[in-house]
């Protein structure tokens, strides 16, 4: 009996140092390949010595805005159209911050949405869009023993829409604008008073 308690421990020592081990994982950092964010055309939207800029055929830029260490933009796009005979491009991305502390935490989201005229190097439109998501804990009396989680939303700016025409269509809760771009003015203008 000794003998089999003897045999079978010392096989199941073997079967365990004799089993497979699971290989260490290594979390790769994820880089855009081609080092920018976005492309069209001879325009490269690029994070590029401390500024978010747009390179114009590798030789001249447009600063779109200054980029410090925690610049982040997300969904980065950069597309053209015509508007008033003029060749445009749009150039949106979003940007998260996040703010908590004990008892409150925003959760930001802001929508940036900005319109070039590249032979001229001029921005003729800018828009933003702010979401914010707000989770608060309330307390109920002043000894502060009973609370409550509130969850809100709050919405500012205006919502940008490009449509297949070359107008832009500025939405919010209670307002809605159409512009048309004015090549002599070189900006967005309301389609009502023009």
């Known amino acids: 009996m000794k003998k ?18 699971k290989k260490a994982t290594v979390k790769k950092e994820v880089t855009t390949s081609k080092g920018f964010l976005a492309k069209v055309d001879n325009l490269v939207a690029e994070v590029k010595v401390g ?9 001249d830029a447009i600063i779109v805005k ?23 491009y749009l150039l949106s991305w979003t940007e998260k911050t996040l703010n908590k502390t004990d ?8 929508v940036f949405s900005n319109v070039y005229e ?11 869009q702010i979401t914010n998501h707000i989770v608060e804990k309330v307390f109920l009396d002043k ?39 004015d090549a002599t003015k070189m900006e967005f203008v309301n389609s009502k008073k023009k």
């Open 103 to 110: 008892l409150k935490t925003e959760d930001c989201t802001t």
């Open 118 to 128: 590249i032979t001229s190097k001029k921005q003729v439109f800018s828009n933003t």
């Open 4 to 21: 089999i308690v003897l045999f079978t421990l010392i096989a199941f020592c073997s079967i365990t140092s004799y089993s497979q081990k």
């Open 66 to 88: 200054l980029a410090d260490a925690k610049f982040a933009p997300t969904d980065v796009k950069l597309k053209s159209f015509t508007a008033g005979g003029v060749k445009l």
């Open 143 to 181: 000894l502060k023993n009973a609370s409550e989680t509130q969850e809100r939303m709050r919405k500012e700016g205006f919502e940008c829409t490009l449509n297949l025409d070359g107008t832009i269509t500025q939405k919010n809760k209670t307002q809605e604008n159409k512009l048309m771009y």
């Open 51 to 59: 500024n978010f800029q747009l390179t114009i055929a590798g030789k």
